[in-house]
């Protein structure tokens, strides 16, 4: 196991440099660049800038400069926020990202996983099809309805939580659950449906058999095995719950990685949007193997080679 | 563009958020007749004043900032020669008490206060101000607003690289507290130019000791009325008094919060529960805005800027002067403005904006499609018969696309020519414009300074804000000689005329103005209505008494 972790690690290295080569040319195949304005700026103070990030140089050679700085995660200064290295503005807005998205995991997990393995228990009944109900809505309801609505009801009707910015705890709760709801969704219909699955499978059977309770009969076999493609779902979950959700970042004012991403590729703040997808591609890759790894220790039958 | 039709319904559902709570809790009216405000009315504990600023700053040196997030905090930290009076912009004396213009108005000889220290209570000269304006200069500072001192002697020569010697540029530093100013021509509004933030001073020896990195929380030095305490990313900036600023005494805040929240809804909703005492122009959505006109505590005051359209005039059908009167006179800019602004902007037929004193403007350009029709003819097409189909850009925006198929229908009825509307990303779009690949496109310009050559320099030939490839002789020389003449009244003469050849040209066809709208608690005071959308900060307080508006007419309301 930890030679296969080993040999994914590694594998990633090559993986990362195609995302980082095909993403320095497409930041560089869009028309205009990062120091345009409505108002002219003087050439002088054009040239200036240009030669201050290095973009006056051939492209190949400053492709190679990106590569030896990315290599010692050194990505220089954002173009329109010159004071800070890009490094510590994803840093900073990583642990806000890191903190919204593992509280919405958390709560979609709270809440989906029992909510899905008592609906597959009760398959058919009033039971299941409210849970499904629930689900659907969850699913069907876009963030960018969800979360104003709820701002509208909690914080401008009944004046109980405030209506954005990331300060107080208080101020955490509506993007936390604004977040969660589409992934508490996901996580109930992909729960049942293992559920389902393992609840018919032939040792489970054989437990209820040899007379275990039916308490350990669904928790102890039924529902390891039942949560496998929650599982295999959290992981590109997580990976993009916690680099940043652009619309709950947006409603609700917090200086998340999400809109880092975006506002950079509308200002052509080239560092901005390299270091973003870089620290994206490695989070996504990180998570998958954790996921392969989870998968080896819940599923006796699968062996990692 | 993906994600359009989310913003959109975003906006739809935000605009029931504000507005479905209107006039519940706090803001409950207390009888009839009595003013009506937009939610909570507590004020912060204390003298704190909570805004938002807008998008992220990006610079903190004034050399470098460029528009209002920059701007607002700048003058905040840093004060000039010359300040803008809070209710009226004019200018009033700063760090330099008393200055005296030679009587040609080339001469400008400023005294500083004695005493003057900065934040880290190393003395303040002139030289801090020499050493600052030439810093703005320097071409290797790349300051994007070093145009702004143009008018003093050399100073174009330097920034280009055409010299190279600092001492050559009209700013010298006589003694510790006297700077004097040499002027290439007379610039009347030359101390305007002074109160803006690109004048500010700038500490040498922290600029010299800490780099880019100068502006940070920790190494900054200022000398205005405030000090930079905290700086979150995208969150916040903190701000507190300046104890040693010298005026002091005169600073009733303690301290000012500036919120970076880009969303016009959400700083809306923020305001609304009364985390926000102030929401500054620009920030309300402006499908809100016809239904926020009752509410007392919603201002809104001209804006020195235009809404225009630019055209390419170097590519066909475009290039012909008669077409472009066509487009010109097919406008209906009052329906536009009552229909599709619902009146929340007036129609503009100029281009400098009116209300400069002593500024005869020429006669603005009317609605008339005979004419619109005349002209079209005369150009090859009548009727539009055979005129090629043109687009006209705009950049992603709800508004603007509002507005721009408003005029594509107008241009279509009146001239029968078939119109199209391009919708390109920012960048992408600023990339067009200035490459001049488009034909007709959709532009704005803010006024740095109360005169009209502020909006009639740009189309001089070969400027970097022309942008439509534009250019006359005659236009030029009448500007020219404008910047050459010492006599302010026939100085505005000549602008005037070289307004009236651009309007007749029409490489733009101006469709409205801009008008500030605002909000502000009752219990903020000191905060006026200005013409030029600035709100020195250093006069602002809190009033904990009487809050409900009884007395809002001393905040300065319109």
């Known amino acids: 196991m930890i030679s296969y972790a080993v040999r994914r690690a590694l594998l990633m290295i090559p993986t990362l440099w195609v995302i980082a080569t095909l993403t320095f040319c497409l930041v560089r195949l869009a028309p205009g660049g990062p120091f345009q304005s409505e108002r002219d700026i003087p050439p002088a103070a054009r040239a200036a800038l240009t030669a ?101 009801l909690f914080s401008l009707t009944l004046l109980w939580l405030p209506p954005a910015l990331w300060t107080s705890p208080a101020s955490r709760v509506l993007p936390v659950l604004t977040l969660a709801a589409v992934y508490v969704a996901y996580v109930a219909r992909l729960t049942r449906g293992g559920m389902l699955e393992t609840l018919r499978q032939d040792y489970v059977r ?100 | 563009m993906r994600a359009r039709p989310a913003a959109l319904a975003l906006a739809l559902i935000a605009s029931a958020t504000a507005l479905a709570g209107c006039g519940r809790g706090a803001s409950a009216p207390p009888g009839r007749g009595a003013p009506r405000y937009f939610g909570s009315l507590h004020p912060p504990a204390g003298q704190v004043f909570r805004f938002n600023n807008g998008a992220e700053p990006e610079h903190l040196d004034p050399a470098l900032a460029s528009g209002q997030p920059d701007g607002r905090i700048t003058r905040a930290l840093f004060e000039g020669l010359v300040v803008s009076d809070p209710r009226t912009l004019e200018p009033a004396p700063g760090h330099a008490y008393r200055w005296e213009i030679s009587t040609d108005g080339r001469d400008y000889t400023f005294h500083l206060r004695p005493g003057l220290v900065w934040s880290d209570r190393a003395p303040l000269t002139a030289r801090d101000f020499e050493w600052s304006w030439k810093r703005v200069l320097d071409p290797a500072t790349g300051s994007r607003y070093a145009g702004l001192l143009f008018p003093v002697a050399n100073a174009e020569a330097y920034n280009s690289g ?33 109160a803006l933030y690109t004048c500010l001073p700038v500490p040498r020896h922290a600029v010299e000791r800490y780099g880019d990195r100068w502006t940070q929380p920790e190494n900054i030095v200022g000398n205005g009325p405030f000090l930079l305490r905290r700086w979150e990313a995208r969150a916040r900036l903190v701000l507190e008094r300046n104890p040693t600023y010298w005026d002091a005494a ?149 508004d603007r696309r509002r507005v721009a198929e408003a005029v594509q229908a107008m241009w279509k009825q009146t001239l029968g020519i078939p119109v199209g509307v391009t919708n390109l990303e920012w960048a992408t779009y600023l990339d067009a414009t200035a490459k001049l690949k488009y034909q007709v496109a959709v ?93 020195p900060l250093k006069s602002v307080w809190i009033d904990h008494g009487g809050a409900t508006g009884a007395n809002a007419a001393a905040r300065g309301a319109p």
């Open chain 1, 52 to 152: 201050k990030y290095g973009l006056d140089r051939p492209l190949p050679e400053q492709y190679a400069t990106f590569l030896r700085r990315a290599a010692v995660l050194d990505l220089g200064p954002s173009y329109s926020n010159p004071t800070r290295e890009v490094r510590d503005l994803i840093l900073g807005s990583a642990g806000v990202s890191f903190e919204l998205g593992g509280w919405a995991l958390l709560v979609a997990l709270l809440v989906g996983l029992p909510l899905g393995a008592l609906a597959a228990y009760r398959q058919n009944t009033f039971t299941d099809h409210a849970a499904m109900a629930a689900a659907l809505l969850g699913v069907s309801i876009p963030n960018f309805v969800l979360g104003p609505l709820l701002v509208l």
């Open chain 1, 206 to 305: 054989t437990a209820r058999a040899k007379g275990l309770g039916e308490g350990r009969v669904v928790m102890r076999h039924a529902f390891r095995l039942g949560v496998l493609p929650v599982v295999s779902f959290l992981g590109p979950a997580a990976a993009r719950v916690v680099t940043g959700s652009l619309v709950v970042e947006q409603v609700f004012a917090i200086p998340g990685l999400g809109r880092h991403l975006v506002n950079g590729a509308f200002n052509r703040d080239y560092t901005l949007v390299l270091g973003v997808v870089l620290f994206y591609a490695v989070i996504l890759l990180v998570l998958n193997l954790l996921v392969d790894l989870a998968y080896a220790w819940l599923d006796p039958r699968v062996e990692l080679a």
């Open chain 2, 162 to 194: 055409r010299l190279a010697d600092a001492d050559a540029v009209g700013i010298r530093a006589s003694d510790d507290s006297t700077l004097v100013v040499r002027l290439a021509d007379p610039t009347p509004h030359f101390l305007h130019l002074a």
């Open chain 2, 250 to 398: 005169a600073v009733r805040l303690e301290r000012v919060v500036a919120y970076s929240v880009d969303d016009a809804a959400t700083s809306t909703n923020l305001y609304k529960a009364g985390m926000l005492d102030w929401s500054p122009s620009g920030y309300i959505p402006s499908q809100y805005l016809p239904y926020m006109r009752g509410y007392a505590d919603f201002r809104s005051a001209p804006q020195q800027t235009v809404y225009f359209y630019s055209i390419n005039v170097t590519r066909a059908p475009l290039d012909d002067v008669w077409v472009r009167r066509a487009l010109t006179y097919a406008l209906d800019r009052e329906t536009l403005a009552r229909r599709v602004l619902r009146g929340t902007r007036p129609a503009w037929g100029r281009f400098a904006p009116g209300g400069y004193p002593g500024y005869e403007p020429p006669p603005e350009i009317a609605y008339d499609p005979a004419r619109a029709r005349e002209c079209l003819s005369r150009a090859g097409y009548p009727g539009g018969q055979g005129f090629p189909k043109i687009e006209i850009l705009i950049n992603t925006s709800d």
């Open chain 2, 443 to 535: 532009r704005n310009w803010i006024g740095d300074y109360p005169d009209p050559s502020t909006f009639l320099n740009c189309y001089r030939s070969g400027d970097g804000n022309n942008r439509t490839g534009w250019s006359s002789g005659p236009y030029d020389r009448l500007l020219a000689a404008a910047q050459g003449e010492g006599d302010p009244a026939a100085r505005l003469r000549l602008l005037s005329r070289a307004e009236a050849i651009l309007l007749d040209e029409a490489p733009v066809i101006p469709v409205y103005q801009f008008v500030t709208h605002e909000l502000v608690k009752p219990y903020v005071r000191g905060l006026y209505a200005t013409p030029l959308d600035y709100h």
